[in-house]
């Protein structure tokens, strides 16, 4: 009876931690997913703006779309999977292979579903996934700078504290 | 067990006797975990703890709140105080559980760093955060271990 007591709270703890775990990590992706299409949005909007105001936008196909980039573009983030810590030297070789993997496969993907056509248009598709992936670092040196910036008053706090 | 009030009446300190078979345990109950006198309490606590550092064939004993941070290079264990290096026999996961409760916290995937050495942290272009340390010595943060940091600071 106790046992089989034991062996179910075990199991319920499990499962709450497992739950917890399994949400702690997709808020992590949603939150870099969510980032990335609208840096995406934000990219074809100005593309669109600037070299095709006219065009018609078939809602519902475009956002799809946008979301099939999205998603490839985070699983392309695999690049930077290493065992070992990165060195700086690594992480720009790595961003470097990032960036021609992200335009190895958008640029044709693109091609196919009808976003570029010309030979000037692929070198604006091709500048604007540069772009894309510029704020995507742009955005995530601006959350860490807040990050430091919280760290860094709360240790001067403690030493003004310490020191009175 | 015996109650006193500290300085002021502001705080009261309860110590209690145990037997000594049973383990000594500090509990500290604060507003705020990351506040300056419960990091001065940790140091404290960690104060008598000790680790072996050896420079060539001379064994040093050397307090935790000396240690700066403590690395794993190609297999082996150093010690960084403010100007010396030691070398250590602690694997990285034993010296973590040995410093556990103080102020040393895992940075990165190799390294353990003391935060109360830390000048200040800012952010790298490599999505990493760059402690600069009382020393002038500078030591990645992952971002994976930032919020222990942040959680050690009380932020």
Known sequence: MLMNNITLWVRRYVTVYGIIMLCTFFTLWVRRYVTVYGIIMLCTFFMCLLFNPTSELPVVTFFGRIMVFTLIALLSLAVYYSKDELTVKAWWVRTALHLLLLEAVLLPLAHFWGFWHGGTDILVYAAFILLAKALWHLVDYGLNAKTAAQINERIRKNRLEIRN | ?155
């Not at chain 2, 990091?39 to 050896?54: D, L, P, Q």
């Open chain 2, 1 to 155: 067990m015996d109650t006193m009030d500290s300085g002021g009446g502001t705080m009261r300190v309860t110590v209690e006797r145990i037997e000594p078979k049973d383990e000594e345990e500090l509990i500290v109950r604060c507003y705020d975990s990351g506040a300056a006198w419960v990091s001065s309490v940790k140091e404290a606590a960690s104060g008598h703890r000790t680790i072996c550092g050896w420079q060539e064939d001379t064994m040093h004993r050397l307090r935790l709140t000396e240690i700066f941070y403590f690395e794993v290079v190609d297999d082996r264990s150093f010690l960084y105080t403010q100007a010396a290096v030691f070398e250590a026999k602690e694997k990285l996961y034993e010296f973590e559980r040995l410093c556990a409760g103080s102020t040393l916290f895992r940075c990165s995937k190799s390294m353990i760093l003391n935060a109360e050495k830390i000048d200040y942290v800012r952010p790298s272009v490599s999505g990493r955060f760059e402690a600069v340390l009382s020393n002038g010595e500078k030591a990645v943060v992952s971002r994976k271990y930032v919020a222990d940091l942040k959680r050690m600071l009380g932020v």
